[in-house]
């Protein structure tokens, strides 16, 4: 599909031309997984893939939605005095949250609007869906409206949608990616501070290779929260001994000194991923920095074990595309990415192994799992934005 396309679906819909387009990434993390809301470091950065909406001003307070991703669900429409979370709505709540979000801050929505939507990320596979929802919204608002948000407060907002709206006890990473992102950059991110910085990833030679294990992955349904309130009760205990507000702040030396104040081993395992994670994360920005790629994709394996082995969110499917992807000739490195229980792997391979890759994993995956996975070629691409009214899908 492509804007065209989208253009025409609109006018399908509403009897009229958009006047506007907007634009919101996906993203995917290179590094630095469930350290987000350990107060730790991440490394994502933003793709190409994402979620398009195209929107026109109405002149009462009606708000109408349509994705053509839910054909099903049809226009979902609600006025603007009526944004409470209601179930029925189904994907429409994410939208509806920013915008109540949006007054809720002080700034004015003077009328309603129409809006067709069309993704391209694969629903449920972890490469944060729901947050390039929530950022194509908070874009269309002020794009429309002709309101100034500075994007730090949108991302903000979009992680309320999240916590308070939805219910998902996330971090800020998957907002901050797709709010920030920048074409062939990562962006190491302090989840704990918001500082950041950009680092330029040159693959000239490589191509990164999402690998989607196809069994969908319901981050509200998940043992994510109860991940989240394992690091919390390690935190407690090893706040008996030392001023510390997260894990993040931690050194590896100083988790192995201080470790045993943690009774639980399952607890502490916990703890020790969340720690050395973050530790990888920003090894992992002086390797990119230097031009040491290889030594970066041994990063992203030592960050895959961790997460299999102490922190347990991969699974059968993840471990299998992941340890497939590590047998292939020309892989740099290979891990999930995403929360985990399902959703994606990434790989960096070698320009010249890339169809051969696609190709055996994907054997050894059906051999192994039953059904298959499915592939794509990412590149890293900007944040969310407005975009001319014909571009290209």
């Known amino acids: 599909m492509n804007i065209t396309t989208l253009n025409k679906t609109f006018l399908d819909l509403y009897q009229a031309l958009p006047r506007q387009a ?3 990434p996906g993203r995917i993390n290179l590094i630095g ?12 950065c933003a793709i190409t893939y994402g979620t398009y909406a195209v929107a026109r001003k109405r002149e009462d307070k009606l708000i109408r939605l349509y994705s053509v991703n839910f054909p099903d669900q049809g226009i ?32 004015e929505i003077p009328s309603g609007f129409e809006c067709a939507i069309y993704g391209n990320i694969p629903n449920g596979a972890g490469l944060s869906s729901s ?29 309320k949608v999240e916590n308070e709206f939805i219910g998902v006890n996330s971090g800020i990473m998957d907002q901050f990616a797709v709010g920030m992102g920048m074409k062939d950059a990562g962006i190491l991110l302090d989840c704990q501070t918001l ?22 992955r319901e981050l509200a349904d998940s043992k994510y929260n109860e991940r989240r ?10 706040q008996r001994k030392l001023p510390i507000e997260a894990l993040g702040q931690l050194s590896e030396e100083e988790f192995a000194q201080f470790q045993s104040l943690i009774t639980n081993e399952t607890v502490r395992k916990r703890a020790k991923h969340a720690v050395y994670e973050n530790a990888r994360t920003l090894q992992a920005l002086e390797k990119l920095k230097a031009g040491n790629l290889a030594a970066f994709g041994q990063l992203m394996n030592q960050s895959h074990i961790s997460l299999r082995d102490d922190y347990e969110v991969t699974g059968l499917e993840l471990d299998s595309l992941v340890e497939a992807a590590w047998n292939q000739p020309g892989v740099i490195g290979a891990r ?23 190709a055996n ?4 995956y059906l051999a192994k799992i039953g059904y298959e996975a499915a592939f794509y070629v990412a590149s890293i691409g900007d944040g969310a934005k407005e975009i001319e009214i014909e571009e290209t899908v």
């Not at 997984?33 to 994502?44: I, K, L, Q």
């Not at 929802?133 to 949108?154: C, H, K, M, N, Y």
């Not at 500082?195 to 969908?216: D, F, G, S, V, W």
Request: charged fraction near 20%.
């Open 22 to 24: 907007f634009f919101a």
């Open 33 to 44: 997984e469930h350290t987000d809301y350990n107060g730790g470091h991440v490394f994502p």
């Open 76 to 107: 979902i429409e609600f006025n603007i005095s009526q944004l409470d979370y209601n179930k029925e709505d189904n994907w429409a709540n994410y939208p509806k949250g920013m915008i109540r979000y949006i007054l809720e801050a002080g700034y």
């Open 131 to 159: 947050a390039s929802i929530e950022l194509v919204t908070g874009v269309l608002v002020a794009g429309l409206f002709g309101i100034e948000i500075p994007r730090v407060e949108l991302i903000k907002l979009g992680k």
């Open 195 to 216: 500082k950041y910085e950009y680092a330029p990833i040159q693959l000239e030679n490589h191509k990164i290779i999402i690998m989607n294990t196809n069994k969908r």
């Open 229 to 238: 309130s394992e690091c919390e009760a390690a935190l407690a205990q090893l």
């Open 336 to 358: 999930m990415t995403g929360a985990g229980f399902g959703g994606c792997a990434i790989a960096i391979v070698e320009n010249d192994a890339v169809d051969s890759f696609i």
């Open 361 to 364: 994993v994907g054997a050894a």
